[in-house]
C-alpha cells in the first residue's frame, strides 16, 4: 500500500465542475449515480449499510482516492474510484486503476467526463504511475467508444467470477 496520499492535481474541470475527494455526506448522491444506470438498476443493491462500509474501506486507504464532481451550484454530478496498484509484472509499474466511473444524466455530452478522465490520467502521472487502466462491461458499447476517443486501447479480456 502506498505509505502516503495520492498527489492531486488542481480541482477545476471543464465546464465549470470541480472534482473532490468524497465525504460521507455524498453517500446517497453517490449512490443514486451508481443506480441510474442500465446496468445498476439490477446489480445495485439498496443496502446503505454495505456502501457505508465499502465507503469507510476506501476513505481508509491511502492509495484509494473516491471522487466526487460538483456542478457549479455543489450538486454531485459524477464519481469515480482511483486506486494506485504496485506489482512486479510490465517491470514493477505501479498501476492507476480506474473504477466506477458516472456521470448524471444531465451532463453527458457535455465534456465532463472526458475532463474527469483527463484529471485522472494526471493523478497516474503525478504518482509515477507507468499505466492507467479501467474496466467496462461488454454491453456499454457508448462507453467503449468514449474510453477509445480518449486513447485507450481494449488490450485484454476481462473476466470476473462472481463470489456472492
Same mark, same amino acid.
Given at each position: 500500500?502506498?505509505?502516503?496520499?495520492?498527489?492531486?492535481? @488542481? *480541482?477545476?474541470?471543464? @465546464?465549470?465542475?470541480?472534482?473532490? +475527494?468524497?465525504?460521507?455526506?455524498?453517500?446517497?448522491?453517490?449512490?443514486?449515480?451508481?443506480?441510474?444506470?442500465?446496468?445498476?438498476?439490477?446489480?445495485?443493491?439498496?443496502?446503505? $449499510? *454495505?456502501?457505508?462500509?465499502?465507503?469507510?474501506?476506501?476513505?481508509?486507504?491511502?492509495?484509494?482516492?473516491? *471522487?466526487?464532481?460538483?456542478?457549479?451550484?455543489?450538486?454531485?454530478?459524477?464519481?469515480?474510484?482511483?486506486?494506485?496498484?504496485?506489482?512486479?509484472?510490465?517491470?514493477?509499474?505501479?498501476?492507476?486503476?480506474?473504477?466506477?466511473?458516472?456521470?448524471?444524466?444531465?451532463?453527458?455530452?457535455? $465534456?465532463?467526463?472526458?475532463?474527469?478522465?483527463?484529471?485522472?490520467?494526471?493523478?497516474?502521472?503525478?504518482?509515477?504511475?507507468?499505466?492507467?487502466?479501467?474496466?467496462?462491461? *461488454?454491453?456499454?458499447?457508448?462507453?467503449?467508444?468514449?474510453?477509445?476517443?480518449?486513447?485507450?486501447?481494449?488490450?485484454?479480456? $476481462?473476466? +470476473?467470477?462472481?463470489?456472492?
Amino acid at each position: 500500500m502506498n505509505p502516503t496520499p495520492l498527489v492531486l492535481p @488542481p *480541482a477545476d474541470l471543464a @465546464p465549470g465542475c470541480t472534482i473532490r +475527494k468524497a465525504v460521507r455526506d455524498d453517500l446517497p448522491a453517490l449512490v443514486e449515480l451508481l443506480h441510474d444506470d442500465m446496468l445498476g438498476q439490477t446489480r445495485e443493491r439498496h443496502d446503505d $449499510g *454495505a456502501y457505508l462500509r465499502g465507503f469507510e474501506a476506501v476513505d481508509a486507504d491511502p492509495a484509494q482516492f473516491l *471522487a466526487v464532481v460538483e456542478d457549479a451550484d455543489g450538486a454531485v454530478v459524477g464519481m469515480m474510484q482511483l486506486s494506485l496498484i504496485p506489482g512486479i509484472s510490465r517491470g514493477g509499474r505501479l498501476r492507476l486503476n480506474i473504477e466506477g466511473v458516472r456521470i448524471s444524466r444531465s451532463l453527458r455530452g457535455q $465534456g465532463v467526463g472526458s475532463a474527469m478522465i483527463g484529471w485522472a490520467t494526471e493523478v497516474g502521472r503525478l504518482n509515477s504511475a507507468g499505466l492507467v487502466q479501467l474496466t467496462t462491461d *461488454a454491453r456499454r458499447t457508448d462507453a467503449q467508444r468514449f474510453y477509445a476517443r480518449l486513447g485507450f486501447v481494449a488490450s485484454h479480456v $476481462g473476466m +470476473k467470477l462472481e463470489l456472492d
